[in-house]
């Protein structure tokens, strides 16, 4: 997932800036979006990426997670478990985790001695 | 480009595989709650379990002549896994926290547990005539098993008590 943000204020007394956070594939404007105050001390801002690395790594993950949390559900689905059948499967909407592990299914083949 | 780890996994009946891939100088981070593993196997390289809990540190190489290696010793905890070079190491893991197993490698006929499982860690043996390759694995029995090595690696794991 991809995520942008908008800096709307800069005040450098302070060392403040305020800004908003969005999915890139948000349905809406940034400008819909809530708007937070961040103070430059918590930030690394070496360079432009440490900066946004920092910026996203502190407030803005939890900010776009929160957002699509509360968006609307429009698919209402069902958990499974246990024995799989896909006869039972077909025509049913199926809650699941995009898994974003760097985990891959081991091949393995169950034989009979 | 930073050398990297790649994690395979495979939940079977009663216990899971993992199996990991990495580079020389890789670096991996296993958390306390992920930590199940029994056994480790090195298939090839070197790798070391690290500990560090304050300020004491304890480091562990392990490689392949080392055979089945039980780190039941590392389950529940933080480990840091770092590759001294090039590996490729199995993992064999309880699914339930409370069952634990005891597991050996096999280079010899035996005679089955009907609370064991077998799995083929490397190349090509041939057990009661029938042909198996690495990750090919099976439930035994009561019986005997006839095998005929030809420097492949077997594993048997049985489950042993319940908390």
């Given at each position: 997932m991809k995520a942008i943000f908008?800096?709307?204020?800069?005040?450098?007394?302070r060392q403040q800036i305020v800004v908003r956070f969005a999915r890139l594939r948000a349905p809406e404007s940034i400008e819909k979006y809530r708007k937070v105050a961040i103070n430059l001390s918590h930030l690394d801002c070496y360079d432009s990426e440490s900066?946004?690395?920092?910026?996203?790594?502190?407030?803005?993950?939890d900010m776009v997670k929160q957002q699509e949390e509360k968006e609307p559900i429009i698919n209402e689905a069902e958990t499974i478990s246990g024995k799989l059948n896909f006869e039972d499967l077909v025509g049913k909407t199926i809650e699941c985790k995009v898994d974003e592990s760097k985990r891959a299914i081991l091949k393995m083949r169950r034989v009979e001695l | 480009m930073n050398p990297s780890i790649k994690r395979f996994v495979k939940?079977?009946?009663?216990?899971?595989?993992?199996?990991?891939?990495?580079?020389?100088?890789?670096?991996?981070?296993?958390?306390?709650?992920?930590r199940l593993t029994l056994y480790q196997y090195i298939v090839k390289g070197k790798i070391s379990f690290n500990t560090?809990?304050?300020?004491?540190?304890?480091?562990?190489?392990?490689?392949?002549?080392?055979?089945?290696?039980?780190?039941?010793?590392?389950?529940?905890?933080?480990?840091?896994?770092?590759?001294?070079?090039?590996?490729?190491?199995?993992?064999f893991n309880s699914i339930n926290k409370n069952v634990t197993?005891?597991?050996?490698?096999?280079?010899k006929s035996f005679t089955g547990d009907s609370n064991s499982w077998l799995l083929v860690l490397d190349g090509k043996p041939t057990i009661n005539g029938?042909?198996?390759?690495?990750?090919?694995?099976?439930k035994l029995e009561d019986k005997l098993y006839d095998v005929t090595l030809n420097d492949g690696?077997?594993?048997?794991?049985?489950?042993t008590c319940l908390f």
């Open positions: 908008k800096i709307i204020k800069y005040n450098p007394e900066f946004v690395k920092s910026l996203m790594r502190k407030f803005g993950n | 939940k079977c009946e009663d216990f899971y595989i993992c199996a990991e891939i990495g580079e020389k100088m890789a670096v991996g981070v296993e958390y306390a709650d992920d560090i809990d304050g300020d004491n540190f304890t480091r562990e190489i392990c490689e392949s002549k080392d055979g089945l290696i039980d780190v039941k010793k590392y389950l529940h905890q933080r480990l840091l896994l770092t590759a001294d070079e090039d590996f490729f190491m199995i993992g197993w005891d597991g050996e490698l096999k280079t029938k042909s198996l390759s690495r990750f090919d694995y099976a690696v077997i594993g048997v794991f049985t489950k």
